[in-house]
C-alpha cells in the first residue's frame, strides 16, 4: 500500500457504529491509501474496525467537534477529512479534494458532498 496522503477521521457511538463499516467503505473503495482513523466516542457499543483503520478511544463522551478534534491528534498526513459514521463518500470525493488543495496552495479547506447511509441522500 502507498504511504497515505490523507487521513479520514470518523467518530462513532452507539446507534452510529452500525453504520461504520459502510462509511470505512467508503473510504476504503474512494481512496485505497487513505489512512482511516475511527474514534470510540466512549461508545456503549464496541467499536471494531477493520485492519486498514485504527480505533482511538477517547477517555469520556465528547461533542462531535471534540471527539472529531480528539481524532485530529493522531492524524499524521498532510491532509485530513472528517466523516460522520453515517454517512459515505462519493467516488472520488477524496482525491478531488487533494486536486483543490494542491491546485492553490493559498486554500486551506476544500468541501464536497457525501451521502447519507440511511436516506441514500446527498447533503
Given at each position: 500500500m502507498?504511504?497515505?496522503?490523507i487521513?479520514?477521521?470518523?467518530?462513532a457511538?452507539?446507534?452510529?457504529?452500525?453504520?461504520l463499516?459502510e462509511?470505512?467503505?467508503?473510504?476504503?473503495?474512494?481512496?485505497?491509501?487513505?489512512?482511516?482513523?475511527?474514534v470510540?466516542?466512549?461508545?456503549?457499543v464496541?467499536?471494531?474496525?477493520?485492519?486498514?483503520?485504527?480505533v482511538?478511544?477517547?477517555?469520556?463522551?465528547?461533542?462531535?467537534g471534540?471527539?472529531?478534534n480528539?481524532?485530529?491528534?493522531?492524524?499524521?498526513t498532510?491532509?485530513?477529512?472528517?466523516?460522520?459514521?453515517?454517512?459515505?463518500l462519493?467516488?472520488?470525493?477524496?482525491?478531488?479534494?487533494?486536486s483543490?488543495?494542491?491546485?492553490?496552495?493559498?486554500?486551506?479547506v476544500?468541501?464536497?458532498?457525501?451521502?447519507d447511509?440511511e436516506?441514500?441522500e446527498?447533503?
Open positions: 502507498a504511504e497515505a496522503s487521513t479520514v477521521v470518523i467518530p457511538w452507539d446507534r452510529y457504529v452500525g453504520y463499516q462509511a470505512i467503505d467508503s473510504v476504503a473503495n474512494d481512496s485505497p491509501d487513505a489512512a482511516i482513523v475511527v470510540d466516542n466512549a461508545s456503549e464496541p467499536v471494531t474496525a477493520p485492519p486498514e483503520a485504527s482511538v478511544r477517547a477517555p469520556r463522551r465528547l461533542t462531535v471534540a471527539a472529531r480528539f481524532g485530529l491528534d493522531h492524524v499524521a498532510r491532509y485530513v477529512a472528517v466523516l460522520d459514521a453515517d454517512d459515505k462519493l467516488p472520488n470525493t477524496l482525491e478531488f479534494l487533494r483543490r488543495l494542491d491546485a492553490d496552495p493559498s486554500v486551506s476544500a468541501t464536497t458532498a457525501i451521502l447511509s436516506s441514500g446527498r447533503h
